[in-house]
Structure formats: C-alpha cells, structure tokens
C-alpha cells in the first residue's frame, strides 16, 4: 500500500493573493438556495477523478447537515451554461475560512480556469465577515497542478502529513 501525502496550506492576509483575472469564459455564481443534491453531485462531478472518497457512503441526512449549514457557502463556476467546476467555503472558529472542496471537471482542466476559480474562492473567502486566515488542503492523489496553483496564488505550506 503507497502512503499519500497531505499538504495543509494558508494565507494570513488578501495582500498575499496573487490573483488571476483572467476568467476564461468561467462566470463564478453563489448558490443563493441550498440543495444538497447540489453540492453532492459538484462533489461526484470533480472528485471522481481525483479519489475523493470520504462522502461517498454519506446519507441524504448527513448532505443534508453539511450542505445546508449556515457556515457553508457554495460557489459554481459555469462555462458556456455548463457546471465547469466548483468551490466550498465553510467559516469556522477563531476567524479561520477553510476551502474545504475546490476543483474543476475533467473536461475543464487544461483550459486556464483553475487559476482564476481559485482566485474567486479567496477574494469570496476573505469577504466574509470576521475572516483572519484562509485554508486549504490538498494531497498527493489530487491533480498534479494543484499544489502549484495553491501556492502560486500566495498560500504558504505549513504542514505535510503522511498518511497510509
């Protein structure tokens, strides 16, 4: 069995973004009414590529508890009237925003987006009330790219963790 590595990153500051504008056609729109049929499929939608596993046997009940929680924002990026990819925010404790999902469609990655959706989640992050710090993780498994696109829009790794 090969270990997998998990990289927890923040910033501490907007001043630290180093932001992409250009939006590629992607219109980033906040999901006003909470559905967690929703952010389950977004959830299926990007994270199949990438073993995103942990909420795969989660019922209805427990989308419906996360999803549907005053703390979780949910934000979708649309190309030409189609899903194209996706962000979560959930405000926590002590100030503390954690993108807690991020990514694109397989059909999207390659296409330049990924720098500007990502720009979109801190600028939406650090907009909401009461924010002292961003964060957000990653791991060995996601896309080869997406480590350096965390870092590359000012995130600062502070931990690695292996896990079996």
């Not at 907009?127 to 480590?147: I, M």
Request: net charge negative; with cysteine.
């Amino acid at each position: 069995m090969s270990s997998v590595s998990i990289f927890h990153l923040e910033m501490l500051s907007l001043e630290q973004l180093n932001a992409k504008s250009d939006p590629k056609e992607l219109t980033i729109v906040k999901a006003q009414k909470q559905q967690f049929e929703f952010n389950k499929f977004l959830y299926q939608f990007v994270g199949s590529a990438w073993e995103w596993t942990d909420k795969l046997s989660w019922t209805d009940v427990q989308w419906q508890e996360y999803s549907e929680a005053a703390d979780l924002h949910l934000y979708v990026g649309y190309f030409q009237g189609s899903p194209a990819g996706y962000f979560e925010l959930q405000q926590q404790s002590e100030g503390n925003v954690e993108i807690m999902y991020f990514g694109l469609g397989t059909r999207f990655i390659g296409l330049g987006m990924g720098g500007y959706l990502l720009t979109q989640a801190i600028e939406q992050a650090w907009s909401l009330v009461g924010t002292k710090r961003v964060s957000v993780h990653t791991c060995s498994l996601d896309h080869p790219s997406a480590l350096k696109n965390y870092t590359a829009r000012g995130f600062k790794l502070y931990k690695t963790e292996l896990e079996q």
